[in-house]
């Protein structure tokens, strides 16, 4: 049995509540959540507090709790680390900016790949709630930058994800940055 084929079936057991899965599943996709938090983290401040590792380690014990999901697949899991990882970097960013008590706010850039170009953490809660404004729109739009762009989640994958074919995430990817590049030009 090869990696990927052991990951989704200890995430199948894990997901049955066998006992000590996760811990078999987590030195598997250790290096993959490594990267996934590697992705986030750059785009954040220089003096940004967290790092890949604690990331990561958040996200863990955040994924601790998902014990009952139905996971179909490495990438289903990856992407529900994904967005607990972003989740995690929201809610410091939130805390943050709570706690500077205003300052002026930065304009926001999206390039073709939705990446913030600066590291401030107003651009991460306006991202935010620029997110979940599609996902009022189209549920599944928001999945698919999820997945894409904070998962680092190929089409392929993204597909076998939500079970759609590799060109409905094409299109439905191009059509979300679109809306997502229309919904923070209007808010700023």
Do not use: C
Not at 19 to 25: I, M, T
Not at 43 to 65: C, I
Not at 103 to 109: N, V
């Amino acid at each position: 049995m090869n990696a990927k084929e052991n990951a989704t079936q200890l995430l199948i057991n894990w997901g049955r509540g066998e006992s000590g899965a996760l811990d078999q599943l987590m030195p598997v996709v250790y290096d993959e959540l490594q990267n996934i938090a590697h992705r986030f983290l750059i785009y954040e401040r220089k003096e940004h507090t967290l790092t890949t590792k604690a990331l990561v380690h958040e996200a863990y014990l955040n994924l601790v709790d998902q014990r009952q999901t139905n996971w179909q697949n490495k990438a289903h899991f990856f992407a529900i680390a994904a967005q607990s990882m972003r989740r995690i970097l929201i809610n410091y960013a939130r805390k943050r900016n709570a706690e500077k008590h205003g300052g002026g706010k930065p304009q926001i850039s999206l390039i073709e790949e939705l990446v913030p170009g600066n590291t401030y953490d107003e651009d991460i809660i306006a991202i935010d709630e620029s997110l979940k404004r599609l996902e009022q729109f189209d549920e599944r739009l928001a999945k698919i930058v999820e997945y894409r762009f904070f998962a680092g989640l190929s089409v392929e994958e993204t597909a076998v994800v939500l079970n759609v074919s590799p060109s409905t995430i094409k299109r439905d990817w191009r059509t979300a940055k679109a809306w997502l590049l229309q919904d923070l030009s209007s808010t700023l």
